[in-house]
């Protein structure tokens, strides 16, 4: 723009201050590119040109093209090669530049329009028709169209904020919307959780209803309900349609139950008929009775009252008496029934006991019936009898009377017949008298019946009140649900009208709202549509740019692929060289290490072995499981401590990784039993805290056993792979020293105290008499014999180990050989040894008993510890006979023995300083030197061994 305004400036200059034509450089340039290029091929520099090239005009053919009013659409297209960056500096520039453009343009239109000096004129004319005036005036409309485009961008940035604007309103209302649901959505489903639980209770309330326990219906805050969902509405319908079938049901049952109170009540109305029948019976049968004894005290006056008569008249008349009392008896029994039950209360209380007891009582009532029918029965064939007997007697009687009658002067026949008569009447008084007594029986069963009936019927009438009181109940309960039914219909139908209401509020909202959008968005679009063109040149740059991008990714891939490979390249030779290296440097130290082993084997020293203990779930459970030993996976001779802050490292003859198994520690020492064969002495005892694994490592579990097991195994393979050559006698023997006291493990009486003795046969070795030794066939049969010494050995639990060994085991496998050729004999001995744990008193909770044990192993450990400072001082007096172990190890730890022991160790933080300590005694043990191993072989021709 400094351009323009530099050729504004210019061409001004020109005009008013230079007469004649236009003679400048500058001008004749322009001339002859006008002339070449005709107005529509005028072009402008970039901005970006500006500064390297100076102010000048230049007309360019083919690269920029022109800019016409004729093709205006274009005119912001390529030929247009301002750049995005520089547009705000343009703008600035284009405000400067306009304001002399239009002065030099209003001058013109005066000019033209003669309202000018006439002074003037012909130059302006002469300058309106210059080329450089068409020049300028291209100018002009370029840089009006320029400013238009400027302003339509701006727009479209306008419409296109204003379109981001719209969006997030609308998805903020979209969001709004949808939390107004959702929160109409949680109201409804409260409203349902409400209706529920009042459906829950209404159901709950029907039960007891039915059961006839309910107490008065609670009546529920229905105005808690607010507008439901169709989903809620179906689920209140389901629900409603639910109670409905409910109470249908209770209807059938109640309808079911009344037909049953009906039918009880019948049975009951039948019974009273029955009861009263009987009663009438009764009667009319007391009322013949009566007759008959009137008739009888008729007789009697007439015929003369007998002993005999006066005895029936007496007991005719305590007959009277009883039944004077059986009927008062009975109108007490009229009047108490008409007395209301008392226990009424009790029975309403549970409708459903009560109908059981009805049925109950229905069939006592029916039982009772059937024996009262019964009695009657029996009462009336008594009756029936005694009628007979009477009307029999009444017979009599009269026979009697008209006999008298007939012989009435005939005295002698009367005595005799009166004779007769008193000789018959005291059988028949007695028939009598027994009827009677029947009868009075009858009465009374019949009494107690009718008791049990009029109970009965107070029953019935107490459970009649109930259920009269239940039907009551109901008959308000069913008129409360239906007025909570018409209730919920009522807000079902409101929730409905509401949510409609809603849903057309919301969309009507949302129309207008969408409308809106939709007028914006039109009016966007066809702004947009406006915009295209330069949208088009942006694309074009913009596609421009891309293609170089790409190229440039590509390029970029290319070299990062090409760098990459070169990296890989040169970490792969290090790494080989690496590999090389750390090869070289496994093999120098297995070199190292052996060399360091034969020299050992020379000087005849014990080789210490370690294994960590691996920390155990229990361990974790205890909440100790924080370690301070490391072990170094490419060195396996060290072993490193953290203790008092320090890292303190110990050397020694191989170190188990924590996870080692039984298998890897044993191969460890699996040459030894191949040496004891050959007729070595082999010593292999496990030394550590407490808990630390040794005889995990010794003996093992079942499933996993150790090394006393292993080497047992492996040599009997061995001993089987020589047969034919070698013949081989192997004899073992257990014992444990407990409180420095010797047992035999595999004894029948294990409690005996065993000596250790130097042999009398003058060898010098050491002698246990009364030891058991017992020759061992195969591998299974030493498996039971183990298995034995286990049961045997003494074990407590402490709180260091559940299973602590309180006893040092020492299992003795002696391999006495024959070479079939030679005759030659070896003798070897394999001595496994399971030390009792040291322990630090205070830790393990030792008292009583196990104080005593842990001193004497400590005491005992101690003196394993002096043997082995004096066998590495290479003293001349070695204590061995301070301690019963370690004199009856003194043939394994003396000279020219094969020796192995294996410290245990734990890893734990809560142990450092056992661990410390053993591990300090390792290395002690590490330096004592046995000298070398000799072998015990004696020739068929000596009696000596050669070693
Ligand atoms: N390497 C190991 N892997 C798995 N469990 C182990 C290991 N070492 C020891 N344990 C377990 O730790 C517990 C204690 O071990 P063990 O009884 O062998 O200790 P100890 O040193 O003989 O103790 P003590 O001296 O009191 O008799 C046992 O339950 C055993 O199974």
């Known amino acids: 723009m400094y351009a323009f305004y530099s050729l504004l400036v210019y061409i001004l200059y020109t005009l008013f201050k230079r007469k004649g034509p236009i003679e400048d450089e500058t001008g004749s340039q322009l001339e002859e590119g006008a002339s070449a290029q005709g107005p529509g091929s005028v072009s402008i520099e970039t901005m970006s040109r500006r500064g390297r090239d100076g102010p000048h005009l230049s007309v360019r053919e083919g690269v920029c093209t022109g800019l016409t009013d004729s093709d205006s659409s274009s005119s912001d297209s390529e030929g247009l090669c301002l750049s995005e960056e520089d547009d705000d500096g343009d703008e600035h520039l284009l405000g400067d530049a306009t304001s002399p453009l239009a002065e030099f343009l209003s001058f013109k239109q005066e000019a ?80 349902i959780g409400n209706l529920e639980g009042v459906i829950s209770e209404q159901q709950s309330l029907l039960e007891k209803i039915q059961t006839g326990g309910g107490s008065l219906y609670p009546l529920y805050p229905v105005a808690v309900l607010s507008p439901l969902s169709p989903h809620a509405q179906g689920g209140i319908h389901q629900l409603v349609e639910s109670i409905s079938s409910l109470q249908r049901e209770r209807n059938t049952l109640l309808d079911e139950l009344a037909s049953l109170r009906q ?110 029918s019964r009695l009657e029965r029996e009462n009336e064939q008594t009756e029936w ?46 028939s009598l008298v027994k009827a009677e007594e029947r009868n009075k029986q009858f009465a009374e069963q ?33 008129s409360e649900i239906g007025k909570l039914r018409e209730d919920l219909l009522k807000e079902i139908t409101h929730l409905e009208a509401t949510k409609d ?134 060195n396996d001779s060290v072993v490193t401590m953290l203790h008092k802050g320090r890292d303190r490292t110990f050397e020694l003859d191989k170190v ?36 630390s694994g040794k005889t995990y490592t010794m003996e093992g579990s079942v499933e996993n056993p150790g090394i006393n097991q292993r080497a047992l195994k492996a040599l009997f393979s061995e001993i089987e792979d020589r047969k034919g050559i070698w013949s081989y006698l192997i004899t073992v023997s257990l014992v444990e020293i407990y409180n420095e006291v010797l047992r035999d493990l595999l004894s029948k009486d294990p409690s005996e105290k065993l000596e250790i003795k130097i042999n009398p046969d003058g060898s010098g070795q050491l002698h246990v008499p009364g030891l058991r030794v017992i020759e061992v066939k195969s591998f299974q049969h030493i498996k039971k014999i183990l298995a034995l010494g286990r049961r045997n050995r003494i074990t407590h639990g402490t709180k260091m180990n559940q299973h602590s060994s309180r006893s040092h085991a020492l299992l003795t496998i002696t391999v006495t050989g024959t070479d079939l050729t030679s005759e030659a004999r070896t003798t070897g001995k394999l001595n496994l040894v399971d030390l009792a744990g040291s322990e630090r008193v205070w830790k393990s909770g030792a008292e009583g008993d196990r104080l005593k044990e842990a001193q004497n192993i400590n005491r005992s450990l101690l003196a394993l510890g002096d ?32 020796t192995v022991m294996v410290v245990q160790i734990s890893s734990l933080e809560s142990n450092v300083g056992e661990t410390m300590c053993s591990l300090k005694f390792a290395q002690r043990v590490c330096k004592v030197e046995l000298g070398p191993a000799s072998r015990k072989i004696e020739s068929p021709s000596s009696s000596d061994f050669f070693s």
């Open 446 to 478: 019949l009494s107690d019946q009718s008791k049990r009936c009029s109970h009965l019927e107070e029953q019935l009438r107490g459970s009649e009140e109930i259920a009269a009181g239940l039907r009551h109940k109901i008959v308000e309960y069913e």
């Open 867 to 898: 043997v082995i400072q004096a066998l590495r001082a290479k003293q001349t007096h070695v204590p061995f006979r301070n301690s019963r172990l370690t004199y009856l190890l003194q043939d394994s730890l003396g000279k020219g023995n094969k």
């Open 263 to 372: 039918e009880v009540e019948q049975r009951g109305s039948e019974k009273q008929k029955l009861a009263s029948d009987f009663q009438q019976q009764i009667q009319d049968l007391k009322q013949s009775i009566e007759e008959r004894e009137d008739e009888l005290i008729r007789l009697r006056t007439e015929t003369g009252v007998t002993d005999s008569e006066k005895r029936i008249l007496h007991l005719t008349a305590e007959n009277e008496s009883l039944k004077q009392s059986l009927s008062v008896t009975q109108r007490l029994l009229q009047q108490l029934s008409s007395i209301p039950s008392q226990s009424n209360t009790a029975l309403i209380k549970e409708n459903e006991s009560l109908r059981t007891r009805v049925l109950q009582l229905e069939t006592s009532l029916h039982l009772r019936a059937e024996q009262l």
């Open 501 to 634: 209401e809603a849903v057309k509020e919301a969309a009507e909202c949302s129309e207008q709202h969408l409308d809106q959008l939709r007028e914006q968005f039109t009016g966007v679009q066809s702004h947009l549509v406006a915009l295209q063109p330069a949208l088009r040149s942006m694309k074009s740059n913009y596609n421009s740019l891309r293609s170089q991008v790409c190229n440039f990714s590509q390029f970029y891939e290319v070299a990062v692929t090409e760098a990459k490979r070169q990296i890989c390249s040169v970490v792969s030779e290090v790494s080989e060289a690496n590999r090389d290296l750390l090869e070289k440097y496994r093999k120098e130290v297995a070199l190292r290490r052996k060399y360091h082993e034969q020299l050992m084997e020379l000087k005849g020293n014990i080789r210490v072995l370690c294994r960590v203990k691996p920390v155990t779930a229990e361990d974790q459970q205890e909440g100790s499981h924080a370690t301070v030993v490391t072990t170094d996976l490419d």
């Open 385 to 430: 009898r005694k009628r007979e007997e009477l009307r029999r007697l009444d017979d009599r009687i009269q026979g009697l009377q008209l006999e008298l009658e007939k012989e009435k002067g005939k005295e002698p026949e009367i005595q005799y017949i009166s004779k007769t008569v008193e000789v018959e009447s005291p059988g028949t008084l007695r």
């Open 112 to 191: 033209v329009g003669g309202r000018h000096k006439e002074a003037l004129h012909g130059k302006v004319q002469q300058a309106m028709d210059s080329p450089l005036l068409s020049v300028m005036s291209h100018l002009l409309t370029f840089l009006e169209r320029y400013s238009h485009m400027q302003r339509l961008q701006q727009r479209a940035q306008e419409y296109r904020s204003q379109l981001r604007v719209l969006a997030t309103q609308r998805r903020k209302r979209i969001k709004e919307l949808r939390a107004a649901y959702r929160q109409k959505l949680r109201d409804k489903m409260s409203v």
């Open 656 to 691: 188990f990784q924590p996870q080692a198994t039984q298998e890897e520690v044993f191969q460890e020492i699996e040459s030894l039993v191949t040496s004891c064969i050959d007729g070595y002495n082999v010593c292999i005892f496990a030394y550590g805290q407490t808990g």
